[in-house]
């Protein structure tokens, strides 16, 4: 019995295959979904979804929020952007992290806040996905 | 010698069923007068062709690669249309799933009082207009009509007395807000290439921080549907605050039902290359009834609603590129026609000189050697 993954962006299909277990950040907690899973539906965090291949090897996607509904061993996680890490450019992605980070701290008023603090975490993510370390079990 | 008045007057002679066109006595008195000429321009196409056999050829070359450059330019816009179309195409399943999604959430919250910071519904004192426009221009009246619709609806809230400021989407938009500084701007950005979920997110952010933190009460979207290859339509939506049920409204408060999809499609008909759009109903079954939420209901319409911005932000992106594309292809089809018809103008006057020098020089040999003899 495997899980039926599909990862969906707006404007294309990120993953739509079989996989083994993922493990998902949600914002209560890190979940994470074995076949057979009981039925839920729930916000996903900015953050990392680990998914575990028929092969027994891990790949990483770095998911900028969104919400996931879990059901009959079939995942659907609709995101506001997803990126599979293999396709992030490390460099690019430390630069940009260093400049959301500059952005915050000078970022005044509500406004600039909320937009520099949503940035960060998104930068942030990118370049964790790109440095996790693979294991294979 | 001017010789602009020497074409006329070849054609003028030409008229004149007396005077015999190739009799070289008709040719002198043309010669003859030049001053007279200027007056009589019954030249069939009312332009001015300059003289000089050189510069006519120049221009007719000029104009040959000038048709080269619009023709590729109208073939790569066709391209461009069909990749615009696959786009909307592979945003469908998301929208479909986020909408499946919605409307469960909400006949579970129906009881429920939902207060989600998008969709709190305050009195209208500021409005914030997204005005998506294109980057590069030579597309016909596209930008014109979406500025104009930007223009009107401004006008319509200052009568209301209602504030109001643009982010404008689009170099030229943005060039043109920059030229008027008694509009507040509130961010440019550009519209780039191909609408990605990148640049839909920078918007979406910026909107929804203007929103949230109550810098404005209301952001209506400003694009272009993409009605068919020859027409498109400047519409004004209201994107924030949404509805729970993600309702579409425009600005005059007509909502249509979020589960009627509507998306255009490239297609032939006879032959021909036509748009047809489909209104599709999307199917909405209700979620399992042991079907658990890890959170709050109403945290979970939290983390919906900005996914519902996002994919709206994205289709109205995708629509304008669509809009701006097909515009293109038809204004650089019009600019082909005209450089066709140009040449053509351009060889015949081009081969008149040429003709009408050749004649004068063989006038001047046999006027010499009449001399001589």
Request: aromatic share 6%.
């Amino acid at each position: 019995m495997t899980l039926n993954l599909c990862v969906l962006t707006p404007n294309r299909i990120i993953w739509d295959s079989e996989v083994k277990e993922i493990i998902l950040s949600t914002n209560s907690g890190q979940i994470g979904v074995l076949p057979n899973h009981a039925p839920i539906a729930t916000a996903v965090d900015i953050g990392l979804l680990r998914i575990r291949l028929n092969n027994d090897q891990w790949l990483t996607v770095a998911l900028m929020g969104g919400f996931a509904r879990i059901g009959n061993n079939e995942i659907t996680i609709l995101g506001n952007d997803a990126e599979i890490s293999t396709d992030i450019d490390p460099q690019e992605a430390q630069q940009a992290l260093e400049i959301a980070e500059a952005n915050l701290s000078g970022a005044e008023g509500k406004r600039q806040a909320i937009e520099a603090n949503l940035a960060l975490r998104r930068a942030r993510t990118r370049v964790e996905a790109v440095n996790v370390i693979s294991y294979t079990s | 010698m001017s010789c602009s008045n020497l074409a006329p007057m070849w054609a003028s002679s030409a008229n004149p069923p007396h005077l015999d066109r190739f009799s070289p006595i008709a040719f002198f008195s043309a010669l003859r007068l030049p001053s007279a000429g200027a007056s009589t321009r019954r030249f069939r196409s009312a332009t001015t062709i300059s003289c000089g056999l050189r510069e006519l050829r120049n221009r007719i070359d000029s104009v040959k690669n000038t048709q080269k450059i619009t023709e590729a330019m109208k073939l790569v816009a066709a391209a461009k249309v069909r990749r615009a179309q696959e786009a909307v195409v592979n945003s469908r399943p998301f929208s479909e799933t986020l909408v499946e999604v919605l409307y469960s959430l909400n006949e579970r919250l129906q009881t429920e009082d939902v207060d989600v910071p998008l969709t709190r519904v305050r009195p209208v004192r500021k409005v914030a207009l997204l005005v998506v426009t294109s980057d590069r221009g030579l597309c016909g009246g596209f930008n014109n009509g979406i500025i104009k619709k930007a223009e009107q609806r401004i006008a319509e809230l200052s009568a209301l007395g209602i504030a109001y400021t643009v982010i404008s989407v689009g170099k030229k938009g943005g060039t043109y807000f920059q030229r008027r500084p008694y509009i507040p701007v509130d961010r440019f950005l550009e519209a780039g290439n191909l609408p990605t979920t990148k640049k839909a997110q920078a918007i979406a952010d910026e909107v929804f921080s203007l929103f949230v933190s109550e810098e404005v009460d209301k952001v209506e979207l400003l694009y272009t549907r993409f009605v068919s290859l020859v027409k498109s339509d400047p519409v004004i939506q209201t994107l924030l605050p949404l509805s729970p049920k993600g309702e579409i409204c425009d600005a005059n408060g007509v909502c249509v039902d979020a589960a009627e999809d509507e998306f255009f499609r490239l297609t032939t008909k006879e032959g021909k290359l036509t748009v047809e759009r489909e209104t599709v109903r999307i199917p909405t079954p209700s979620f399992s009834p042991i079907m658990e939420f890890e959170q709050d209901p109403v945290q979970i319409l939290d983390a919906l609603l900005p996914l519902y911005l996002n994919s709206q932000i994205l289709r109205a992106l995708q629509e304008s590129l669509a809009s701006e594309v097909s515009a293109r292809m038809a204004a650089m089809s019009n600019a082909t026609d005209n450089a066709v018809e140009l040449k053509r103008t351009l060889a015949i006057s081009y081969n008149r000189e040429r003709q009408a020098k050749i004649t004068g020089e063989i006038l001047e040999i046999i006027a010499g050697a009449d001399a001589l003899s």
